[in-house]
């Protein structure tokens, strides 16, 4: 026996509204009598923390606090379900749920899934719905004990439990062991009828990236993280060195000019909203401000541009954060001049952007993203080293000595977006959705006048209204008339979506 799930031309990864088809192949080398095939498509975010004796969340151990116990959340976000067999007109027959023999060979039954927008687990219809609440009933119609119609399907009881964010549903994450990971995987279980066998299972994961919230429109604002500075002014023995080879000559006012040191402000600057996209360069600007009459130069001797992003992970109750830090670029042993000893006070000068225009996003950097149990934010930082005084190859400078600062600087509110664009019509109706029709004028309710569809009769005294399913929201009727779209950057995201999940075993928050 063999399962083995083929997808069809898939991509590096899936995004929201994708197609996500294939065929579910079955190998047999006997005959076995089947009962049915189910495909799910599922998409899990769990967490976990460490606790110490105090039942507190804990990070960095030390011999009085040392982790003794775990605490973990489990959200469905993607939970869609598929019987391929029997086929919908084999489980209308009579014998519709009766299990079938299948004989040796090579057997494929197809199945297509479309991605939603959205998050499941923070909906209650949909969780009410699934086994373990709503009752019983399934996709083929004859239930029996075991649910729907033969399969088990997840018990929606225990996600209402628990706290949730309706929000487009997450990338994929990996890269913290037994704290947090977002997967998602397509899974296969053939039911073979009997007490004495068990059911096969099979199941592969794919990458996701979800597509952008609609951006805000493009201004002339910027955001800016700003620092002044003045260097250390120099003693008037070396000025007095250096004002002639033969000696000290009475020049008052070059004298005071030398004895002026410099004084700038460092910016730097991002469009506002700050947004990066995935994959691509910073749009960053570093400006610096003369503040002061010096008519010393100031050189820029090394550059470091940092990406920090901080997952945030809940456990219930319990919280901790990780951060993480990607060096986008970094420059070494420069000598490039900072404005001109000659400019004006108050003139900015932009420094030359060669280091950084060019050097797109690690693609292991997620988009920004907001789900029931995690969150990731950015933030960039910077260090720029700048001197007083010209350095030269050798480790030597200019006469007398080089004076050198080193700023921090920090852009804090920065969002990331993925770089996949929404369809034309998802953003249109994001602007501004489209008001239904008006009713026509109602027509005569005199007795043994015709129904009217648009305007149901009231219910009389005692009468119970016919159930009918909930419609579906306004996101999610968008969605069944859109595709994905086409362009998509490169993403790594997760290295490796099929290795096996680095998490601990799944325990109620109440232990």
Same mark, same amino acid.
């Given at each position: 026996?063999?399962?083995?799930?083929?997808?069809?031309?898939? %991509?590096?990864?899936?995004?929201?509204?994708?197609?996500?088809? +294939?065929?579910?192949?079955?190998?047999?080398?006997?005959?076995?009598?089947?009962?049915?095939?189910?495909?799910?498509?599922? #998409?899990?975010?769990? &967490?976990?923390?460490?606790?110490?004796?105090?039942?507190?969340?804990? =990070?960095?151990?030390?011999?009085?606090?040392?982790?003794?116990?775990?605490?973990?959340?489990?959200?469905?976000?993607?939970?869609?379900?598929?019987?391929?067999?029997?086929?919908?007109?084999?489980?209308?027959? %009579?014998? #519709?749920?009766?299990?079938?023999?299948?004989?040796?060979?090579?057997?494929?039954?197809?199945?297509?899934?479309?991605?939603?927008?959205?998050?499941?687990?923070?909906?209650?219809?949909?969780?009410?719905?699934?086994?373990?609440?709503?009752?019983?009933?399934?996709?083929?119609?004859?239930? *029996?004990? /075991?649910?729907?119609? #033969?399969?088990?399907?997840?018990?929606?009881?225990?996600?209402?439990?628990?706290?949730?964010?309706?929000? &487009?549903?997450?990338?994929? /994450?990996?890269?913290?062991?037994?704290?947090?990971?977002?997967?998602?995987?397509?899974?296969?279980?053939?039911?073979?009828?009997?007490?004495?066998?068990?059911?096969?299972?099979?199941?592969?994961?794919?990458?996701? @990236?979800?597509?952008?919230?609609?951006?805000?429109?493009?201004?002339?604002?910027?955001?800016?993280?700003?620092?002044?500075?003045?260097?250390?002014?120099?003693?008037?023995?070396?000025?007095?060195?250096?004002?002639?080879?033969?000696?000290?000559?009475?020049?008052?006012?070059?004298? $005071?000019? $030398?004895?002026?040191?410099?004084?700038?402000?460092?910016?730097?600057?991002?469009?506002?909203?700050?947004?990066?996209t995935c994959n691509q360069p910073i749009p960053l600007r570093l400006v610096a401000k003369k503040?002061?009459?010096?008519?010393?130069?100031?050189?820029?001797?090394?550059?470091?541009?940092?990406?920090?992003?901080?997952?945030?992970?809940?456990?219930?109750?319990?919280? =901790? &954060?990780?951060?993480?830090?990607?060096?986008?670029?970094?420059? *070494?042993? /420069?000598?490039?001049?900072? +404005?001109?000893?000659?400019?004006?006070?108050?003139?900015?000068?932009? @420094?030359?952007?060669?280091?950084?225009?060019?050097? %797109?996003?690690?693609?292991?950097?997620?988009?920004?993203?907001?789900?029931?149990?995690?969150?990731?934010?950015? $933030?960039?930082?910077?260090?720029?080293? /700048? &001197?007083? #005084?010209? !350095?030269?190859?050798?480790?030597?400078?200019?006469?007398?000595?080089?004076?050198?600062?080193?700023?921090?600087?920090?852009?804090?509110?920065?969002?990331?977006?993925?770089?996949?664009?929404?369809?034309?019509?998802?953003?249109?109706?994001?602007? +501004?959705?489209?008001?239904?029709? !008006?009713?026509?004028?109602?027509?005569?309710?005199?007795?043994?006048? !015709?129904?009217?569809?648009?305007?149901?009769?009231?219910?009389?005294?005692?009468?119970?209204?016919?159930?009918?399913?909930?419609?579906p929201s306004y996101d999610e009727a968008m969605a069944q008339q859109l595709t994905g779209p086409?362009?998509?950057?490169?993403?790594?995201?997760?290295?490796?979506?099929?290795?096996?999940?680095?998490?601990?075993?799944?325990?109620?928050?109440?232990?």
């Open positions: 026996m063999s399962i083995r799930i083929a997808l069809d031309n898939p %991509p590096e990864f899936y995004t929201n509204l994708d197609f996500i088809q +294939g065929r579910i192949i079955l190998g047999l080398n006997r005959p076995e009598t089947i009962g049915n095939i189910v495909v799910k498509l599922e #998409g899990d975010s769990r &967490t976990a923390l460490d606790l110490d004796d105090r039942g507190v969340a804990v =990070n960095n151990y030390s011999n009085s606090h040392f982790p003794t116990d775990y605490r973990s959340e489990t959200h469905k976000l993607l939970y869609l379900v598929k019987q391929v067999y029997p086929d919908a007109a084999a489980s209308a027959s %009579p014998v #519709g749920g009766m299990p079938g023999v299948m004989y040796p060979g090579q057997h494929e039954f197809p199945f297509k899934f479309k991605v939603p927008l959205n998050n499941i687990c923070g909906n209650p219809t949909a969780m009410a719905a699934l086994n373990g609440i709503g009752g019983i009933g399934g996709p083929s119609g004859s239930a *029996n004990f /075991l649910g729907f119609a #033969g399969f088990r399907t997840m018990d929606g009881s225990k996600q209402l439990m628990l706290q949730h964010v309706r929000a &487009t549903l997450p990338p994929s /994450l990996t890269g913290f062991p037994r704290k947090a990971e977002i997967r998602y995987y397509i899974k296969v279980t053939i039911q073979r009828p009997g007490f004495f066998k068990e059911n096969w299972r099979y199941q592969i994961g794919f990458k996701f @990236l979800p597509i952008e919230s609609p951006r805000p429109p493009i201004t002339k604002q910027e955001a800016f993280a700003r620092r002044p500075f003045t260097f250390d002014p120099r003693t008037p023995e070396v000025i007095k060195k250096r004002t002639s080879f033969f000696g000290f000559q009475n020049n008052t006012k070059a004298q $005071e000019e $030398e004895l002026i040191p410099p004084s700038l402000e460092m910016s730097a600057r991002l469009p506002y909203p700050s947004i990066l503040l002061s009459p010096s008519k010393e130069q100031v050189y820029l001797t090394s550059l470091e541009i940092a990406l920090l992003g901080f997952t945030h992970i809940r456990v219930f109750d319990s919280r =901790n &954060t990780e951060a993480t830090r990607w060096v986008v670029a970094s420059a *070494n042993n /420069l000598a490039i001049p900072v +404005g001109d000893p000659n400019d004006a006070v108050d003139t900015e000068t932009v @420094l030359p952007d060669r280091f950084w225009a060019e050097r %797109p996003l690690p693609n292991t950097v997620a988009p920004s993203f907001t789900t029931c149990n995690l969150s990731r934010h950015y $933030e960039i930082e910077l260090r720029i080293t /700048l &001197t007083w #005084g010209k !350095p030269i190859k050798g480790g030597k400078a200019t006469a007398p000595y080089p004076k050198q600062l080193s700023l921090p600087l920090k852009l804090s509110k920065v969002d990331i977006y993925s770089g996949i664009t929404p369809p034309p019509e998802l953003v249109q109706a994001a602007a +501004g959705r489209p008001q239904p029709p !008006p009713l026509p004028p109602r027509a005569s309710t005199a007795p043994g006048a !015709p129904h009217d569809p648009l305007y149901p009769p009231q219910l009389a005294p005692g009468e119970v209204p016919r159930y009918d399913d909930a419609p086409q362009e998509r950057p490169a993403y790594s995201g997760v290295t490796a979506e099929n290795d096996p999940s680095t998490m601990p075993p799944e325990k109620s928050g109440l232990h």
